[in-house]
């Protein structure tokens, strides 16, 4: 997984394909390359190399106190300075 980024719906689907088919990964390359496992789109490690596969996290909008209404904050420092730190940690 990629920090601050999440699967697109096409590349998540891709993802749920490859668990279904091949669990946590299935390799069998040693018998004959490449293996339908580490080909397949939905591998981790294949998403992991597609830019295109992911799409980067919006700022989420706090509207819950006074000194947030309107400001957008980065989902990793929601209210960092704000008053009311705890509360919204509480509701994540």
């Not at 891709?14 to 946590?24: I, K, L, M, P």
């Not at 789109?41 to 596969?53: F, Y």
Request: charged fraction near 30%.
């Amino acid at each position: 997984m990629r920090e601050g980024y999440h699967l697109t719906d096409e590349a998540e689907t891709e993802r749920q394909d490859f668990r279904t088919e091949y669990g946590d990964g299935n390799c069998s390359c040693h018998i004959s390359p490449p293996c339908g496992s580490c080909a397949h789109p939905g591998n981790p490690r294949n998403l992991d190399e597609d830019d295109s596969a992911w799409v980067k996290d919006e700022p989420v909008e706090i509207t819950s106190c006074a000194g947030c209404i309107g400001a957008s904050f980065d989902t990793r420092f929601q209210c960092a300075g704000c008053v009311n730190f705890s509360k919204h940690e509480s509701e994540k």
